[in-house]
C-alpha cells in the first residue's frame, strides 16, 4: 500500500488539468504500472480529490471509468484582512469565488473579535451555499503587517496592535479543524492579482499604496518571501533624492499625506480622508499625491532595476483610486531605471478588486495543500492512522 | 519506445544521487512498470548519464546489475571572461573542476581573439586529462556585461567593444558542435559561489564589486534573471544620500575610485592600480575606498530590504582585496536595512577564488541540460533521427 500511494501526488499533477482519463489511459501517458495506478487513484479517490467522471472509449469488452479531478469536490476559506477592512470568501480548488462578503472592520480591535467575525462570517458562507466544514481543504489569512509564514504569527506589526505573536492558526484551528498559513496582505493580493488578471506573467511585482506602503515579489513564477519571511518591506527603505532619514511610508504613506495635508490648512485631516480630497480637486492635495507617486516611483525604479519584472501592479486604495500616484510611479520608472528593464515594462493598476485579496489567500493554501509532497503525506498520514 | 523514453529525465533524477540500484529496486521506489523501468534505463545508458555499475543482492537465481548515475562519463567546458582575465575549465556533471588555466587577457580585444583563446585552451585542456571533444555535453560561458540569457548575445555592453549584438553560441558551436549558454557573469558567480560555499543557502545575493557593480541574485534555490534577463543590475541605479544623478558605478567602481585618486593627487591613476593604492595605505585611497563601501551599503540596504537574503556575499576584485570595501558595506547595510532582514544575516567575502566562476558557468549548463525535460527532449530527437 504504501509503494501504491507514495507518488499519488505526482499522478494527481497531471489530473489538475481536468480531462477526464481511464486508468489504462493514464498507465499509457505515464508508464506506470496497472497495480500502481490503481492503487493512487484509489487513494486520491479517497482523499476526496479525483472521482469517476463517465465511461471511456472501449476496447472491446466492457467500457472503462473515466476518472478526473474535480474542483468543487473541497473548499477553501481565503480570508483578506486590511486595517479597516475585511473580506472573507469561499473558493473551489481553482480557486474560483463561489461566495464573498466584505465589511468595515478595525484591525486594532485585535485578532479575537477581529478572526471571530472573520470565522463566522465563513460559516454562514458555507451553510449559505449549502457545505460542510467536513468539506474545507484549509483556511489561508492575509493580515496588514509583517508576519512569520512558518508559525503564522505577525511579528512586531505597526499597525496590528495585540496582535505581535498571536499564533493566529492554533486560534483558527479550535474552530476548523484544518491545515491554516498566514501571509501579509501584500504577498495574498500579488498572488490574487497574478491568478485573476496576470495569469501567463512569472516576474511580477505588486505595490500597495495604502496605510503602509510594501512589495509582493513574484520572480520565475513563484512568490518569494525571503530568509525570514520579509521580503517586499519596501515601506522602510529611504527614498533616494528624499528628505534624508525619512523612510517611504513617512513620505508617501496615507498618513504622511494626512499629516502634509494637515499643516498645509492648518486642520486636522484624517488617512482616510485623503482620498476625497484628492478627488474633488483640492490642489495642495493633489500636488501631495503626485510628489508621494514619484517618491514610491524612486524607490520602485531599484526594484525594476534589480528584479527586471515584466508587469508591476500598483494597488491599495490610494494606489487604485488616485491617479496622481501612479501617474508620479510611471514618470520616475521610465526617468531612472535601465532602458533594457523598461523597454517591454508596463506599470499597471490593480484590477483584482474585492476578490483578489480572497482568491490570493485561497490560492496560497491551495498551492500548498495540492502540492506532489503535501499530498504523498497526507496519504501516509492517513495509512499510519488506518493501521493503528 | 515513445512512451518508454519520456519520462526518463524523471527516472535519471532519482538516480542523480549517486546510489547505485537495480532495476527492480526502482520499479519498487517508482511504481514503473517494468517494461517502463527497462525502456527508460537502455535510453539514459544510450545517452552516457547511467552506466551499469555492479551486481545487486539476489533474491534467488542470477543476481541482477545495478545501474548508476555516472558524473565522469560526460564533461562540461566552464568559461569565466573578465574586463582583463579569463578563465577556462573543465568540470564534470556533478561539477567539480578536473582542469583548469586563468591568464590575463583584454575583453575589449573584441569576441574573435578572445573566444578563440578560450577554446584553443579548452581543446589543450581535454588533451591534457585525455578526453575527447565527442565527451562534452555543453559550453557555458560568463561574459563581464549584460546578456540576453535566451539568445546568448550581450546587449550594448558598456566595457566589451565589438561584443554587443556577438552571437556568442553560434560562434562557439562552429569548433564545438554542443549546447551553449550564456549569461553575464555576476550571475554565473553567483552560482559558483552558491555551490562552493553556502550549498544550503536558498536566499543569496552576491555583488560584485569591479570595474563594473552588478548583482546575482539566488531566491528560493533558484538564480533569478527577470523579464528580460536583466535582474540584478544594481550599477546603474541612483545612490540614496549620495550626489545627485550619480549612480552606484560612477560612484563606487574601481574607474570611479581612480578618477577621484587621480583628482587628489594630481596624478593620473589608473583603475587597476587602485588596489594597490588602498593596500599600501595611501590614506586618500583608504578614505576612498570606505566611502565607496558606503556608497555600495546603501544600495545593497534596499537589496536586503526587498529581498530578504540570508547571506550577502560581496565579490570583484575591490571587494575580495579590499577590506575598506566590505567594511563600509556592512556599517550601512546593518544600519539601515529593516531588523527582521538583517538580524540572521551574514555579510562574507567570497571565498570561490578562480573555480567560482568557472565552475558556475559549467553548472549552469549542467541545471539545464539534466534537467527531466531536456532529456526527455534529448531522447525525443534521438530517436527521430533512428527513425529517419
Redesign the interface.
Known amino acids: 500500500m504504501q509503494?501504491?500511494t507514495?507518488?499519488a501526488g505526482d499522478l494527481f499533477q497531471l489530473l489538475r488539468d481536468g480531462r477526464a482519463r481511464t486508468r489504462g489511459e493514464l498507465?499509457?501517458e505515464?508508464?506506470?504500472?496497472?497495480?500502481?495506478v490503481v492503487?493512487?487513484i484509489a487513494a486520491l479517490i479517497e482523499l476526496g480529490l479525483v472521482s469517476p467522471a463517465g465511461i471511456g472509449a472501449s476496447s472491446g469488452g466492457r467500457p472503462p471509468a473515466t476518472l478526473a479531478f474535480n474542483p468543487a469536490c473541497r473548499l477553501v476559506i481565503g480570508v483578506d484582512l486590511g486595517a479597516t477592512h475585511g473580506g472573507v470568501g469561499i473558493t473551489d480548488l481553482n480557486g474560483a469565488v463561489l461566495a464573498r462578503r466584505q465589511e468595515p472592520l478595525d484591525i486594532s480591535d485585535g485578532p479575537q473579535p477581529v478572526l471571530d467575525w472573520a470565522l463566522d462570517t465563513a460559516e454562514q458562507l458555507l451553510a449559505d451555499i449549502g457545505r460542510d466544514p467536513e468539506d474545507l481543504l484549509g483556511i489561508g489569512v492575509g493580515v496588514p503587517g509583517?508576519v512569520e509564514h512558518s508559525s503564522g504569527r505577525p511579528?512586531?506589526p505597526p499597525i496590528m496592535p495585540g496582535w505581535d505573536g498571536f499564533d493566529i492558526p492554533e486560534y483558527v484551528r479550535r474552530r476548523f479543524s484544518v491545515s491554516v498559513l498566514v501571509d501579509n496582505d501584500v504577498n495574498i493580493l500579488a498572488l490574487g492579482e497574478r491568478a485573476t488578471t496576470w495569469p501567463n506573467v512569472?516576474?511580477l511585482l505588486f505595490i500597495k499604496v495604502s496605510t503602509g506602503i510594501g512589495?509582493g515579489?513574484i520572480?520565475?513564477g513563484?512568490l518569494?518571501?525571503?530568509?525570514?519571511?520579509?521580503?517586499?518591506?519596501?515601506g522602510?527603505?529611504?527614498?533616494?533624492?528624499?528628505r534624508?532619514e525619512d523612510d517611504l511610508e513617512a513620505t508617501a504613506s496615507a498618513p504622511a499625506l494626512a499629516a502634509q495635508l494637515s499643516r498645509a490648512i492648518g486642520d486636522r485631516i484624517a488617512p482616510r480622508d485623503v482620498v476625497d480630497r484628492i478627488r474633488v480637486g483640492d490642489p495642495a492635495a493633489i500636488s501631495a499625491a503626485r510628489e508621494a507617486g514619484r517618491a514610491i516611483g524612486?524607490?520602485t525604479?531599484?526594484?525594476v532595476?534589480?528584479?527586471?519584472?515584466?508587469t508591476v501592479v500598483i494597488g491599495g486604495r490610494l494606489g487604485v483610486l488616485v491617479q496622481e500616484i501612479i501617474a508620479g510611479i510611471r514618470e520616475v520608472v521610465y526617468r531612472?531605471?535601465?532602458p533594457?528593464?523598461t523597454?517591454?515594462?508596463n506599470i499597471v493598476p490593480a484590477q483584482g478588486g474585492v476578490d483578489a485579496g480572497i482568491r490570493g489567500a485561497a490560492l496560497m493554501v491551495i498551492e500548498d495543500r495540492l502540492a506532489p509532497d503535501t499530498i504523498d503525506a497526507m496519504l501516509d498520514g492517513a495509512s499510519t492512522r488506518g493501521a493503528r
Open positions: 509503494t501504491n507514495r507518488g498507465m499509457e505515464t508508464g506506470l504500472a496497472r497495480t500502481t492503487g493512487r509583517p511579528i512586531r512569472d516576474d512589495a515579489i520572480s520565475g513563484v518569494q518571501r525571503g530568509a525570514q519571511g520579509a521580503a517586499g518591506d519596501i522602510h527603505v529611504q527614498v533616494p533624492h528624499g534624508d524612486e524607490v525604479a531599484i526594484c532595476s534589480m528584479l527586471n519584472p515584466s531612472r531605471a535601465i533594457l528593464a523597454q517591454h515594462l
